[in-house]
């Protein structure tokens, strides 16, 4: 089975910096993305980003031009860092993957998730 080993997260005041990591091991899909979800009680989970195998990457619009997703040359540990941070990024962030890539970065296509990380961003 694919597990998701998930770090990073903390407090940060508004307008700092985090950054979170993913790690995946197990991985026997040829293609496949990684990246994160978050989620603030009472609302749907959002994708946030992802990138592919063949490094194409999704990004949410509320986190365009703030967050740059990576990965290292194994595609299997990807890096999300979080600049300009905004009290609304507060949430649970969950590291997941699929098996058809980032175009394609919604919850009922993750084939697995790791556990959650809090970010919270203060005022």
């Known amino acids: 089975d694919v597990q998701l080993q998930a770090s990073g997260g903390g407090l940060v005041q508004a307008g700092g910096s985090l950054r979170l990591s993913c790690s995946a091991s197990?991985?026997?899909?040829?293609?496949?993305?990684i990246g994160w979800f978050r989620q603030v009680p009472g609302k749907e989970r959002e994708g946030v980003s992802a990138?592919?195998?063949?490094?194409?990457?999704f990004y949410s619009d509320s986190v365009k031009g703030r967050f740059t997703i990576s990965s290292d040359t194994a595609k299997t540990t990807a890096y999300l860092q979080m600049n300009n941070l905004k009290p609304d990024d507060t949430a649970v962030y969950y590291c997941?993957?699929?098996?058809?890539?980032?175009?394609?970065?919604?919850?009922?296509?993750?084939?697995?998730w790791g556990r959650g990380t809090l970010v919270t961003v203060s005022s």
């Open positions: 197990g991985v026997t899909f040829d293609e496949f993305a």
């Open positions: 990138i592919s195998t063949d490094d194409s990457a």
């Open positions: 997941a993957i699929n098996e058809v890539g980032s175009d394609y970065w919604i919850d009922t296509l993750v084939a697995y």
